[in-house]
């Protein structure tokens, strides 16, 4: 028998952030990641005009209190590396983001299209 060893490029801790970029984090509810939206959510007039995306922080801490306050306290934090010389245009305060970034968040928060956000990792510590 065969052994067992585990698959390449699948990091036992999330590799060092590379020069020239700023790491964002996501504090992940129970859903897997990119869920469709249940039925009852996606009728209402709020989410119907929702720019698709997700918010992140660049903040690995309110990341992980995101997680344990609306999620399921599961510790599940993605990450996604961005260019710092793009950074800004993903601040929630500068594009739709704001418009459906909790009260007083837009300037800490940013906001990734999904196509984007569909690029992040697990993190690991």
């Given at each position: 028998?065969?052994?067992?060893k585990?698959?390449e490029n699948i ?9 020239n970029y ?5 504090g ?38 995101y ?7 599961d510790?599940?934090?993605t ?6 010389d ?7 305060s500068?594009?739709r ?9 837009a ?19």
């Amino acid at each position: 028998m065969e052994e067992f060893k585990p698959k390449e490029n699948i990091p036992e801790k999330t590799p060092p952030v590379k020069d020239n970029y700023i790491r964002l984090y996501r504090g992940e509810t129970s859903s897997p990641l990119d869920s469709p939206a249940p039925d009852w959510l996606k009728e209402q007039p709020e989410i119907q005009n929702r720019p698709d995306g997700s918010f992140f922080t660049d903040s690995l801490e309110d990341a992980k209190h995101y997680n344990k306050e609306f999620g399921v306290g599961d510790g599940n934090i993605t990450y996604i590396d961005i260019y710092a010389d793009k950074l800004e245009q993903y601040r929630a305060s500068n594009n739709r983001g704001k418009e459906f970034s909790a009260r007083g968040m837009a300037e800490k928060e940013f906001f990734l299209s999904n196509e984007l956000s569909k690029m992040r990792q697990k993190f690991i510590e």
